[in-house]
């Protein structure tokens, strides 16, 4: 199957920046697109940015100009740049990811466990 392993979430003060990475490995044949969500209590998951194989990428309009995200094919690793960070982007963030996997080049969709991003005020 597939891994995610996220890092790079933590506590920060309104106005600063983090980097958010996620590496997926395992029996992986092609890496689709890739994503960030993220959700706090009692709210759905919320879609912040995703970005296909050849760099096309999307924002949700709260986080445009101010998150980039960015993938190393190489690496199967996906990053969400966060700068200029609001209370209001505190939330767990979660990685996704639609591979195709080995033997058979079957559809997966992955998420990763989470990454908790608290910007205090």
């Known amino acids: 199957q597939v891994q995610l392993v996220e890092s790079g979430g933590g506590l920060v003060q309104a106005g600063g920046s983090l980097r958010l990475s996620c590496a997926a490995s395992g029996s992986i044949l092609r890496i689709n697109a890739m994503g960030w969500y993220r959700q706090t209590p009692g709210k759905q998951r919320e879609l912040v940015a995703t970005i296909s194989t050849g760099g096309s990428a999307n924002y949700v309009d709260s986080v445009k100009g101010r998150f980039t995200i960015s993938r190393d094919n190489a690496k199967n690793t996906v990053y969400l740049q966060m700068n200029s960070l609001k209370s209001e982007d505190t939330a767990v963030y979660y990685c996704?990811?639609?591979?195709?996997?080995?033997?058979?080049?079957?559809?997966?969709?992955?998420w990763g466990q989470g990454t908790l991003v608290t910007v205090s005020s």
């Open positions: 996704n990811v639609l591979t195709l996997i080995l033997p058979y080049g079957t559809d997966l969709e992955v």
